[in-house]
Each structure stands twice: as C-alpha cells, then as structure tokens.
Nanobody
C-alpha cells in the first residue's frame, strides 16, 4: 500500500519560514495532482495549495504570496515552502496525491507559529 510521508513541520516564530516535504513510499502511476491541506483545531480542513502534473498551481487566498508549492514528478514528491508565517497558519498540514480514481493521504505534520 502506498504511503505519503510528510516532514519539515515544527515550531517557528511569526515571520519565520518552514519547508514541508511529502514523499510517496513507492511510485504512484498517473498522478494528476499533488497538494496540501491544513486543519486548525476547531476549524474545517482547507486546501492550501495544489500543483498538477502540467504545472498548474492554485493557492488559498490566505497564503498567496507567502507560500510556494513545487513538485518533483520523478520522485513523486511535493514541497511547500512557507515564508512570512503567521500565528493563523498554525495547523496540521497534510499532503495528498490524486491518481484517478484514488486519493492518497499523508498522516499530517504539525506546524505551530508562535512567539
């Protein structure tokens, strides 16, 4: 069974940066999109960023201009560079990979922005 493994979360001060990585445990054929969701305590899960195999990228309004998603197709790996972090970015960040009709999920990594 394919697993997605995230890394790079942690505690950072406001204004700081973190880089999240998400790698598949084995090759997933015909991935059409990879991306990141986040969920803060008491909040609904929200899409943070998505990148398609063809390079189309979309960001949530709240992170546009601060976060950058990138992808290594050969390695089935997706990255999320997070700059100018704010306390409201605190959440569990989970990556996903979509290969119709299946969606694969990571277990999530905690990002805490606090002074």
């Amino acid at each position: 069974q394919v697993q997605l493994v995230e890394s790079g979360g942690g505690l950072v001060q406001p204004g700081g940066s973190l880089r999240l990585s998400c790698a598949a445990s084995r090759t997933i054929p015909r991935i059409t999109a990879m991306g990141w969701f986040r969920q803060a305590p008491g909040e609904q899960r929200e899409l943070v960023a998505v990148i398609t195999t063809y390079g189309t990228i979309n960001y949530a309004v709240a992170v546009k201009g601060r976060f950058t998603i990138s992808r290594d197709n050969a390695k089935n790996t997706v990255y999320l560079q997070m700059n100018s972090l704010k306390p409201e970015d605190t959440a569990v960040y989970s990556c996903y990979a979509f290969s119709s009709p299946d969606t694969y999920w990571g277990q999530g990594t905690q990002v805490t922005v606090s002074s």
